[in-house]
């Protein structure tokens, strides 16, 4: 059931408002400088999962457009009265694009680095909360994000485990680090 507006506590605590405003709208910034800075560690390992994170996020944003063109839907200020703490956004509530990107990052981190995977599942958590806090999604569209999300980052990272893919990606890197753009591979 829908908690009364009154008895939200979006617009009734100023310092709250603004965190949760924060954790809305810049959680993409927050996850791409995770990503670079993962990529500045000049560490193979920490470079292929920088990108695989990078590519699952583009893949499960573009497959959520395909969702929300499938399933549209309102977002919560349209159908109710409801406190919106950011600007409005003219596209489909579900799913949550914020969340979907940042579980789809989550899942791959989690895959090569248990302790940076768990907290980026945390922040993925708490931006999902944040999203329906600001009132720009209902609960249902952030957990569609999240379980979009994580799902393909297991599927980008399981199909970049096969060994044509995994050549192709050998292949890139290779040719990065001849660049001097990536780590080289060590050989052990």
């Known amino acids: 059931l829908p908690v009364p507006c009154d008895q939200r506590p979006a617009g009734h605590h100023h310092v709250l408002d603004q965190i949760m405003v924060g954790f809305a709208k810049y959680s993409p910034i927050v996850l791409a400088g995770f990503l670079i800075a993962l990529w500045l ?3 193979y390992r920490n470079q292929r999962g920088a990108f695989l994170s990078g590519a699952s996020g ?3 944003l ?6 929300g063109r499938a399933f549209p839907r309102e977002r919560p200020y349209l159908a109710h009265r409801a406190t919106l703490l950011i600007t ?6 579900f799913p949550s ?5 940042a579980f789809a990052i989550a899942a791959v981190v989690f895959l090569f680095n248990r302790r940076l995977g768990i907290a980026l599942v945390v922040f993925g958590l708490v931006v999902a909360y944040a ?9 249902a569209d952030v957990i569609g994000g ?3 999300g994580a799902l393909t980052g297991w599927l980008v990272w399981e199909i970049c485990d096969r060994p044509a893919v ?3 990606i050998e292949r890139l890197f290779a040719i990065l680090a001849a660049a001097h753009l990536a780590a080289r591979r060590s050989v052990s």
């Open 146 to 148: 999240g379980v979009l």
């Open 88 to 93: 409005h956004s003219p596209d489909t509530a």
């Open 62 to 67: 573009g497959l959520g457009q395909l969702v």
């Open 58 to 60: 583009l893949i499960a």
């Open 41 to 43: 560690t000049w560490k």
């Open 131 to 139: 999203r329906v806090y600001v009132g720009a999604h209902y609960p």
């Open 97 to 101: 694009d914020h969340t979907t990107l």
């Open 166 to 168: 995994n050549r192709w």
